[in-house]
């Protein structure tokens, strides 16, 4: 019998949420964490100047709540790179690699569908675990700036895919157990604008940032944290640059992946 | 039609030497240099041969996780190198006993995670995992709701045979299925294995260096040595091959710095030495012809002697599967016998 599509879906989902139900401590440490990313860097950032200068230097209205929502947003965006990039890695180390492998279905269809739910559950919960905070600061408005917020993740999440499954394709071939996106992650983050603009990034790493879905994702997240009356034209427009960057990186990652499986049996990697 | 047909595989490795900080250098390894066999439906056939003799990178193609240079591979009738996915429905695959399960689920929602992952759902999939846990013994162990971190070696191998049968399919493709399990247990997972090829006609192919374990449980078997397949045939008809020939079984201590197997091959030049550790001492053993037994007692003990060491035990006995094995392959690689 061979799986369909939902079938992978539905075994990923399985095995993370029985790995939820079997760590519980699992739940604390995702609910803690925007929470303490958010206070290390309004702790830093007060340091520099009042949190006045700071919403000024960064432009955006609230920063408490757009710090809480700035690091679910972190977190959430490149918690897909994590996923399915590391994906390999993690099977290859578990031991369970040749085993996926010998289901029957294709190996691009394995790598990209078998790590999503855990990807696309692990956004939800670092958005969500930002919900209360933004919340207590600014009551309904606040949790509607999260459900924005919410949407834009899940459609940065489209490029990030892509990209993540050549890093996954790559690992697979070249036999490697290097977390390759270890260094992707931290670079995202250091040039998507979260914790400064983008302006004051040398050219060089304002052109990378352009290419960067995070990037978008952050725009998108400060205006939503910034917004009094509701504007739909940035938002367009940040959602349009996301799915040009689908488009790109999706495109390059079905062209790449085409000849993983035959690859990966010559090279003997499993 | 046969259950699994191999003709003529070929592999080459390349490993890499490294060479200073950035050069390297890409070593070519012949893993199978022609390998051919065929294994009949229904029956348990078994794959011997010492350690990088090919056994694993022929389960391997046999399997569709490695492709060959050349040669062909077929399960029921399925090419596995043109249509790798139609030969994955028809076998359960165990590959390392040790590994290839999520440490912190439980059995049963390990065999869950595998099973959604071959299309089973509801019901089917429930009642499968029942008789898969009930037939390897694991619901009487209490696997079945225990962590998997916490599994003993012996109940990981069951969880592993448990998953390969899971869908059940007509052919089961085990690499090395009882190492390093405690008696108790390999005995569990051979007499299964025998009764799914008898009572349910599964074909069962193994890989195994265990020559007690060959004998005792496979209808056929074939020899490999450095890529090449050196003999096949029931036991009985292997073991006919050395008729006339005598196995002789010393059991030996030495210093530790002595390479045991180095001092016997010296003093008998053209035996065939099989070495292995126990836990009383090492055990050696040769093939030799009825004539000889005198003059080999002799030589091993003096060559001995002189290294420090000494026979404490001598045994002589009608040919075993294990010295048909020493003949052919010059008993290199030959681990653990255990019971």
């Not at chain 2, 025998?194 to 007690?212: D, Q, S, Y």
């Amino acid at each position: 019998m061979r799986p369909s599509p939902a079938d992978i879906l539905r075994a990923g989902f399985f095995s993370t949420m029985m790995w939820l139900k079997n760590n519980r401590w699992m739940f604390f440490t995702v609910f803690i964490w925007p929470y303490l990313l958010a206070g290390g860097m309004l702790l830093i950032g007060t340091a520099f100047g009042s949190l006045e200068t700071f919403s000024q230097n960064v432009g955006v209205a609230n920063p408490v709540v757009y710090m809480i929502a700035a690091s679910g947003v972190v977190m959430s965006s490149l918690i897909i790179v994590d996923d399915v990039a590391n994906f390999v890695v993690y099977a290859r180390w578990v031991g369970t690699l040749p085993y996926l492998l010998l289901t029957p279905a294709s190996y691009p269809l394995l790598l990209l569908l078998l790590p999503l739910p855990d990807a696309f559950l692990g956004s939800m919960s670092g958005l969500l675990a930002a919900l209360p905070g933004a919340v207590a600061v600014e009551g309904v408005m606040g949790a509607a700036r999260i459900g924005l917020i919410l949407l834009f993740v899940y459609l940065g999440m489209l490029p990030l895919v892509g990209l993540s499954v050549i890093i996954a394709s790559a690992t697979l071939i070249v036999k490697t157990d290097e977390n390759i996106a270890s260094f992707l992650t931290p670079l995202m983050t250091l040039v998507s604008g979260v914790f400064y603009p983008i302006t004051i990034l040398p050219p060089v790493l304002q052109a990378l940032a352009g290419v960067i879905p995070v990037t978008y994702v952050v725009q998108a997240a400060k205006l939503a944290a910034s917004f009094t009356t509701p504007e739909v034209a940035p938002f367009l427009l940040a959602a349009g640059s996301l799915t040009a960057l689908a488009l790109g990186y999706n495109g390059a990652a079905a062209v790449f992946i085409r000849g993983v499986e035959k690859a990966v049996k010559r090279s003997g990697a499993v | 039609m046969a259950a699994i047909s191999v003709r003529n595989l070929v592999k080459t490795y390349y490993t890499t030497e490294r060479r200073g900080f950035l050069k390297r250098r890409k070593i070519p390894v012949r893993a199978l240099r022609g390998v051919s066999f065929e294994v009949r439906r229904g029956e348990v056939f078994g794959l011997l041969g010492p350690n990088g003799a090919g056994k694993t990178t022929t389960i391997k193609i046999i399997t569709t996780l490695l492709l060959p240079d050349s040669g062909k591979a077929e399960v029921l009738g399925v090419d596995v190198i043109r249509d790798p996915v139609r030969a994955r429905e028809v076998m359960g695959v165990t590959l390392s006993v040790e590994r290839g399960f999520f440490w912190k689920l439980t059995g049963r929602e390990n065999l869950k995670y595998f099973g959604i992952l071959r299309g089973m759902r509801g019901e089917e999939l429930e009642k499968r995992i029942d008789k898969v846990l009930e037939l390897t013994g694991l619901r009487d162990l209490g696997g079945e709701h225990k962590l998997f971190e916490e599994y003993s070696l012996g109940m990981k191998a069951r969880l592993a045979l448990a998953r390969a049968m899971l869908h059940d399919p007509p052919l089961l493709i085990l690499d090395e299925p009882t190492l390093g399990l405690d008696p108790h247990s390999a005995r569990t997972i051979r007499s299964l294995l025998v009764r799914l090829a008898r009572e349910e006609g599964k074909t069962v192919l193994i890989t195994t260096h265990n020559m007690f374990e060959a004998d005792l449980m496979c209808d056929r078997v074939a020899i490999i040595n450095k890529g090449v397949i050196v003999a096949v045939g029931t036991p009985a008809e292997l073991k006919a091959r050395i008729a006339g020939r005598l196995g002789m079984e010393f059991l030996v201590r030495a210093p530790p710095a002595v390479d045991v197997r180095s001092v016997i091959q010296r003093a008998l030049s053209k035996a065939e030495v099989s070495v292995e550790p126990t836990q009383e001492g090492l055990r050696v053993r040769l093939v030799i012809r009825p004539e000889e037994e005198e003059k080999t007692l002799e030589r091993v003990t003096e060559a001995l002697a002189a290294v420090g060491g000494r026979v404490r035990q001598v045994r002589v006995q009608e040919p075993t599967l294990e010295d048909v094995f020493i003949a052919l392959t010059g008993g290199g690689g030959v681990e653990a016998v255990t019971g």
